[in-house]
């Protein structure tokens, strides 16, 4: 397939509108990450999406809405809490979780009876959305890969797999979304992101974590997701800084908040920046052949628990 390379600009948003209104597959970018997008009412579509992706169909897309009326499409009985964080974060980095009307085919919820549904807050995104409709896009990678945050690390991973990749330049905020689930009371966050518990609590009251992280201090964690080829080593605790001289060799490389290393080393000042960066990074090491990646843990509190969790995920050994 010969994937159409557009700017965000006027004409590729026409070029992506007709694309989705025809049933193809288009990346966009949002101001999260990159997302690999189709027509929420065209099942084709979702099908390839999960193809490109390599996506097992097990594993539920989010909806992308830009408006009220097409969240009513999507989701109902709405409950008062979600309406009151739908208020406060909306457009922005936040996917609630509701009941899915019977709109919403089954695939793109993997059978589930609920819907993933997010407003995003990036200019192209809310008017291609405007534009036809709800779109199911899930992060614009291949599974279990470090997700899109630039066009140019989405093309290496999906050129020829879609129809179109909109360039937007690099994603504002690089992690994706949190995720909470609003069909339970208290709800739960399911997957940790920019908005942080803290800033959900202010809203609604009490929210709870679903993700209890077990310390593995030793290699064979299961899975690894978001991860870069090289090996990926996280390192936490109060002696991190000594722990990661010991762990220097020729190809490695430290990803660190604030302390320097002398390697080849990128180092963030902010949490901000470090999360804008994560994926970024993880993507440019594999580039200059790197086989290391040791990562300096922050604390996990507010935007370093979506920080943490990304990197125990794409983790094979964390030292304490
Ligand atoms: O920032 C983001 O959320 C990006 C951009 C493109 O919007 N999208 C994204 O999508 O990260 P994806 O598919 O990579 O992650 C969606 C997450 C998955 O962990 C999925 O299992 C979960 O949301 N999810 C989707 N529908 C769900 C449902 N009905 N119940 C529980 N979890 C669901
Ligand atoms: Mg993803």
Redo the contacts with the bound molecule.
């Keep these: 397939m010969k994937t159409k390379i557009l700017k965000a600009n006027k004409a590729g948003l026409h070029a992506a509108t007709i694309a989705i209104k025809k049933g193809q597959v288009v990346v966009f970018p949002?101001e999260?990450?990159?997302?690999i997008g189709a027509s929420v009412l065209h099942k084709g579509a979702i099908r390839k999406v999960f193809k490109a992706k390599e996506r097992p169909s097990d594993?539920?897309?989010?909806v992308?809405i830009a408006s009220y009326a097409q969240l009513d499409l999507i989701a109902k009985d709405i409950s008062g809490k979600a309406k009151k964080v739908m208020q406060k974060f909306w457009p922005g980095?936040l996917?609630l979780?509701l009941h899915k009307t019977k709109s919403v085919p089954s695939i793109v919820?993997a059978n589930?009876r609920?819907?993933?549904v997010?407003m995003?807050n990036y200019v192209f995104a809310k008017k291609l959305i405007n534009a036809t409709g709800p779109i199911a896009?899930?992060?614009a990678n291949i599974s279990g890969r470090p997700?899109g945050t630039q066009a140019g690390h989405v093309i290496e991973d999906l050129q020829g797999k879609v129809d179109v990749i909109v360039d937007g330049g690099k994603s504002k905020i690089g992690i994706?979304?949190t995720?909470i689930?609003m069909t339970v009371d208290p709800p739960v966050i399911?997957?940790p992101g920019h908005v942080t518990q803290e800033n959900l609590q202010k809203v609604i009251g009490k929210v709870i974590t679903s993700a209890k992280h077990k310390i593995v201090k030793s290699p064979g964690m299961k899975y690894r997701h978001y991860a870069p080829k090289a090996k990926v080593i996280l390192v936490i605790g109060k002696d991190k800084k000594q722990i990661i001289k010991g762990l220097l060799t020729k190809n490695c490389a430290v990803i660190s908040l604030k302390s320097k290393f002398n390697v080849t080393n990128f180092v963030s000042h902010n949490l901000k920046h470090f999360g804008q960066h994560l994926f970024y990074n993880f993507r440019e090491c594999d580039k200059l052949g790197i086989t290391t990646i040791i990562v300096e843990g922050v604390d996990e509190k507010e935007l370093g628990r979506a920080i943490m969790n990304r990197v125990r995920k794409a983790a094979s050994e964390i030292i304490v």
């Design positions: 949002t999260t990450v990159y997302g594993n539920p897309l989010i992308h980095p996917t979780i919820t589930l609920t819907v993933a997010r995003p896009a899930p992060s997700s994706e979304s995720v689930d399911l997957r």
